[in-house]
Every structure is written in structure tokens, then in C-alpha cells.
């Protein structure tokens, strides 16, 4: 499975677009990238995933570059209940096995 | 429906000491996976069960069996505790769409083994 990086944290305003950046450089044409967070202590939660095209759902938006070597998750209109940690993760379905990484620490900041 | 359900929530153990974390789902998933999370780190895959009556090791299996009794429930069990297996630990379930294996995850048991 291909490995992601993401930055270890990030600030944004309340009311701002949060923009979560993920490297996924070695990934290969059948692998998903799934987005999940996890609040506080909670289990994590998915967000949104995909392949090639960009996703939109309630939640958030995905858009993932024409090579897929890299992804952006995007909250369009960040609350405080948004501060979380963000995984980005690099899926093959037919193994499945999900391997999570260190992720993003989104704070939310009024 | 109460998605994926974990007892206990908390626990603490002795070095040596047995026990099993239970997990169970109400959704009817196909798929269900047993994780520890260490502090400030993320989830790690000790054992999944990609179908009733199939288990399967993960990233840190060592010290740890598990149980697909059935379609809904997944148990963990500690042989032989050790302070190591201080962690959270997480349950969780999937279906297969389409490719999409979306995961559900329970609230955690908190162990402590001292």
C-alpha cells in the first residue's frame, strides 16, 4: 500500500476553509484515498474518498490531482467542532487493510 | 441500530492476567477489523475478518487472538497481558460497495495493564 504524508498540524480560523494537504507520490491506479478524522478520544469517522475524480459530499470535498500523487480535503466552512485529527489514507480494496498514519491536527480557532 | 458496540469501556489489568474485548455490529457488515491506538499516534490494525469465519493478521498481531463468532461479533482476547498492551483500543466494521469500503468504528475500550 502506498505510504501518505500530511503535515502534523494546522491552525485555521473559524468560518475559514479549512485545506488539509496529503502526499500520496507512490500510489498506484487502484488505490482509494480515504479520508477519516478522529475527535478528541472518539473513534474515527469517515469523511469522504476516491479514486481519480474530485468528491463532494456533506461533509467536505476531495480533489485529487490529474497524477494522484497527492490530495487536498477541503471543509469549506470550518467550526470549532471541526478541530480533529485528519487521516489521510491510501486504500487497496481487495487487501483490505487500512493503514493509518500519524495524521493532521486541524485546530479551529475563533 | 447502535452501529458497533465495545465492552468494557474501560479496564485495567495485571501483568499475566487474560481477558477478551468484545465487539459487535448491527449493520450486517461482512467485514470487521479489531485496532490499537498508543498515545499521540495513530490507529494500527492488529487482526481483521474480512468474512465470517475468516481471520486474518494485521500490522501487530503478536500477543493478541481473535474470534468471528458470527457475523456480528468480533472478540480480542490477552493471553498474557503485558504493560505494552497499554493502549485504546478500537472495533469497527465495513461493507464492501463498489469498492468502497467505508469503516465504522466503535467508542473504544481503554486498557491499562500494570
Known amino acids: 500500500d502506498a505510504k501518505t504524508t500530511q503535515p502534523t498540524s494546522m491552525d485555521c480560523a473559524e468560518g475559514r476553509a479549512a485545506n488539509l494537504p496529503c502526499n500520496h507520490s507512490?500510489?498506484?491506479?487502484?488505490?482509494?484515498v480515504y479520508w477519516y478524522r478522529q475527535i478528541h478520544s472518539q473513534g474515527p469517522q469517515y469523511i469522504i474518498h476516491?479514486?481519480?475524480n474530485n468528491e463532494t459530499n456533506e461533509m467536505a470535498s476531495l480533489i485529487i490531482t490529474e497524477d494522484r500523487k497527492s490530495s487536498t480535503l477541503i471543509l469549506p466552512h470550518a467550526t470549532l467542532r471541526d478541530t480533529a485529527v485528519y487521516y489521510c489514507?491510501?486504500?487497496?480494496?481487495?487487501?483490505?487493510?487500512?493503514?493509518f498514519g500519524s495524521g493532521t491536527k486541524l485546530n479551529v480557532k475563533p | 441500530n447502535a452501529g458497533v458496540t465495545q465492552t468494557p469501556k474501560f479496564q485495567v489489568l495485571k501483568t499475566g492476567q487474560s481477558m477478551t474485548l468484545q465487539c459487535a455490529q448491527d449493520?450486517?457488515?461482512?467485514?470487521m477489523y479489531w485496532y490499537r491506538q498508543d498515545p499521540g499516534m495513530g490507529l494500527r490494525l492488529i487482526y481483521y475478518?474480512?468474512?465470517?469465519?475468516?481471520?486474518d493478521k494485521g500490522e501487530v498481531p503478536n500477543g493478541y487472538n481473535v474470534s468471528r463468532l458470527n457475523k456480528r461479533e468480533f472478540s480480542l482476547r490477552l493471553e498474557s497481558a503485558a504493560p505494552s498492551q497499554t493502549s485504546v483500543y478500537f472495533c469497527?466494521?465495513?461493507?464492501?460497495?463498489?469498492?468502497?469500503?467505508?469503516?465504522?468504528f466503535g467508542p473504544g475500550t481503554r486498557l491499562t495493564v500494570t
Open positions: 469497527a466494521s465495513s461493507a464492501v460497495s463498489g469498492g468502497s469500503y467505508e469503516q465504522y
Open positions: 507512490t500510489i498506484s491506479g487502484n488505490e482509494y
Open positions: 489514507i491510501a486504500y487497496l480494496y481487495n487487501f483490505n487493510k487500512f493503514y
Open positions: 449493520m450486517n457488515h461482512n467485514s
Open positions: 476516491g479514486l481519480k
Open positions: 475478518s474480512a468474512s465470517e469465519g475468516t481471520t
